[in-house]
């Protein structure tokens, strides 16, 4: 197997803004360089008073060479979405998709996996955290490409097209009044990959990828995690809450061996039953021991650029709602009306303490909804940071029957299936080794190199 090249979506809108600071060399031969527009007229590309169906921009020799995209949003549907300008390299191509345009930046697997592992943490962070995400941003990336797509050779390289899956964003059930969806990332027709966190978190060259970054992927050139002969679906997330999710409470209904539930730590190995209301209860309520639970803003630099620090609480946390805000932002979030909210109800939680199924008692409607993205969703502007909560409701006097306010108390931000980035930070400066981090995560994998 040789080195693949990867397709990302970047952005996408009725114009696209990019620049040249170097030259590049257009799909029909021109030499360009300085700042360009394209604009979607009628089904075509418009760029310089031309129309075409499709439109490539190729670096000449130098691969110092970059490009820029202008107003490309970050954070998409997350607390800290923003707009910036950002640089790439290798090849830009822009496509017409949905009655617009769409930028797509096509580059080596290994190039992007140092911006990868660079946009997802600070590139400041230990040698051995950087190397085990080397490990896994390749991991899954392979896993999609060779699952997902159908391989095909063009000019002598590995190339790849990515097929459309159905299942994604797919109901489960919508009868007995519930409606459980997971949302996975098989939702791109004209790329591999998004530049999102729906995908990876890539930025191209915008943020300097340091030494130690390109020593990570350098150093762990071609590896992956392997189970029984098949790479694995390196499933990741910023804090686990201390105990990892299993991927079947989070996904399509599959379970993955090296994906499974127990706790986020060396020391303390016995993990209460979390699936019991109970139990769930008492551990989100409290702070027990786990790699992921910690204060020290050294550590939590590592893996959190500025934006991502903005979040202050990562291990517990509290959100409070009162019944106007709850009741409104339900019934945005979901399109459906409950009238007042009366209750939430724990149905089912997985592993780590995640509700898999939550039902929502209203005036009006009662519906259970699920998995933990839809839960997540439902319950917030963008994303609440994770599933795995516990609801305390307040009463005013005269009404007792209605809730004046809920109060969420949780743990964790994300799924918490396999890697948690947070733990794994604190593991790598304990001196972990990153295959020591990768089998706490994966237990059952191996590394294997698939490329030089």
Not at 49 to 75: A, H, W
Not at 108 to 116: F, G, H, K, P
Not at 226 to 236: L, N, Q, T
Not at 426 to 446: A, D, F, N, R, W
Request: hydrophobic share 35%; charged share 25%.
């Amino acid at each position: 197997m040789t080195e693949p090249q990867i397709v990302v979506g970047i952005l996408s809108g009725k114009e696209i803004q990019f620049s040249f600071p170097d030259e590049f060399i257009s799909s029909d031969g021109m030499a360009i360089s300085g700042i360009q527009q394209a604009v979607y007229r009628k089904g075509k590309i418009y760029w310089q008073e031309k129309e075409y169906d499709e439109l490539s921009f190729i670096p000449r020799q130098n691969t110092s060479s970059f490009f820029e995209l202008q107003d490309v949003t970050i954070g998409i549907n997350f607390h800290w979405e923003r707009k910036e300008v950002q640089r790439f390299k290798g090849e830009l191509k822009i496509i017409v998709e949905d009655d617009k345009l769409t930028a797509i930046n096509i580059i080596s697997i290994e190039d992007y996996l140092t911006s990868v592992i660079s946009s997802e943490m600070s590139a400041t962070a230990s040698l051995e955290l950087l190397k085990a995400h080397a490990v896994i941003s390749r991991s899954w990336l392979l896993n999609k490409l060779r699952v997902v797509n159908k391989l095909r050779v063009e000019n002598g390289e590995l190339r790849v097209t990515m097929q459309p899956d159905n299942a994604a964003h797919s109901p489960l059930s919508t009868l007995h009044s519930q409606l459980i969806k997971w949302y996975d990332h098989e939702a791109h027709k004209n790329f591999d990959v998004c530049a999102d966190d729906h995908c990876q978190r890539y930025q191209g060259i915008t943020r300097a990828s340091t030494p130690q970054a390109v020593e990570a992927v350098s150093a762990t050139r071609g590896e992956v995690l392997m189970y029984e002969g098949k790479i694995c679906d390196a499933r990741f997330s910023k804090c686990c809450g201390g105990a990892f999710e299993e991927f079947q409470n989070c996904w399509e209904n599959v379970r993955h061996p090296y994906l499974i539930g127990q706790r986020d730590s060396q020391t303390e190995n016995k993990l209460p039953d979390l699936t019991v209301e109970a139990e769930a209860d008492r551990w989100i309520r409290t702070s027990p021991v786990a790699f992921c639970n910690t204060q020290d803003k050294k550590i939590l630099s590592q893996v959190l650029n500025n934006y991502d620090q903005e979040t202050a609480d990562f291990y517990r946390w509290k959100v409070s709602y009162s019944q106007e805000e709850l009741s409104e932002l339900i019934h945005k979030r979901s399109d459906i009306d409950f009238g007042k909210i009366i209750d939430l109800i724990p149905i089912e939680r997985g592993t780590s303490g995640r509700l898999v199924r939550l039902k929502i008692v209203g005036t009006l409607r009662t519906l259970t909804i699920g998995k933990e993205l839809e839960i997540r969703r439902t319950l917030s502007t963008s994303h609440l940071y994770s599933s795995a909560f516990v609801v305390d409701k307040e009463y005013k006097e005269e009404e007792q029957e209605i809730p004046s306010r809920f109060i969420l108390t949780g743990a964790g931000w994300g799924h918490g299936v396999g890697l948690c980035q947070i733990g794994a930070a604190v593991m790598g400066e304990q001196g972990y080794k990153y295959e020591e981090i990768l089998s706490h995560y994966y237990p059952g994998s191996t590394i294997e190199r698939q490329y030089k």
